[in-house]
């Protein structure tokens, strides 16, 4: 039972085009979301977040959309750098008192950007 | 260092061997999580310490796989009698505490798991 799925396995985008990173969730009782990026050989690294009280998140280049009612959630970078080619991956967590740690993952989006 | 160190980085054993495998968390952080990663896959949880909370085991696929934590601070995962299906990338990952999503883990580098 997948519940966090990202269905695209592979992204493709231009230096300083928009990428869009697309992520599903069937688990109503998540309640904050999450975007890690891994490097090869790394472990991954947080990038951004967002509470399901909230719809938009935004860092710098990243932001983070959350339609609830469509249990969908998006990371967009834009402008997309060449730096930014790594594999990417949604998590979700929380609701019944678990551990905030304790995340469900996707199966990851690679994203490749070129120069 | 100022990270989460997993001992060793890489490891290649035999069907039916037992391996040790280390996480040093960060410094302070009171939560201490192990995930794995198998090829082509996303990461899946195994189980988590908090400070000197029971820890929770719901992620471990068998019996042959157990966790420790000793003094608050390293980790070793145990997997007796390995199979060829337990070759993954095995992660460790720390964070201050549990109680809320802004505190996001911190993660190690891995150990790649072979089994032959």
């Known amino acids: 039972d997948q519940q966090v799925k990202q269905n695209s396995p592979s992204l493709s985008v231009q230096e300083g085009r928009i990428s869009i990173l697309n992520c599903d969730y069937t688990n109503s009782m998540f309640d904050y979301f999450l975007w890690y990026k891994k490097y090869p050989a790394e472990g991954p690294t947080f990038l951004i977040s967002?509470?399901?009280?909230?719809d938009k998140n935004e860092d710098g280049r990243f932001t983070v959309f959350l339609n609830k009612s469509a249990k969908h959630l998006s990371l967009h970078i834009v402008p997309s750098q060449p730096g930014d080619s790594a594999v990417y991956f949604c998590a979700a967590s929380g609701g019944g008192g678990t551990s905030y740690g304790k995340l469900t993952f996707g199966q990851g989006t690679i994203l490749t950007v070129h120069p | 260092g100022a990270g989460v160190s997993q001992s060793p980085s890489n490891k290649v054993t035999e069907k039916g061997k037992d391996v040790e495998l280390r996480c040093d968390p960060i410094s302070g952080h009171t939560a201490l999580y192990w995930y794995r990663q198998s090829l082509g896959q996303g990461l899946e949880f195994l189980i988590y310490?908090?400070?000197?909370?029971?820890?929770?085991k719901s992620g471990l696929p068998s019996d042959r796989f157990s966790a420790e934590r000793t003094g608050g601070s390293v980790s070793t995962l145990t997997i007796q009698r390995t199979q060829q299906e337990d070759s993954a990338v095995y992660l460790c990952?720390?964070?201050?505490?549990?109680?809320?999503?802004?505190?996001?883990?911190?993660f190690g580098n891995g150990t790649r798991l072979t089994v032959t």
């Open positions: 990952a720390s964070s201050p505490w549990t109680g809320s999503g802004s505190s996001p883990l911190h």
């Open positions: 310490f908090q400070g000197n909370s029971a820890p929770d």
């Open positions: 967002i509470s399901s009280i909230k």
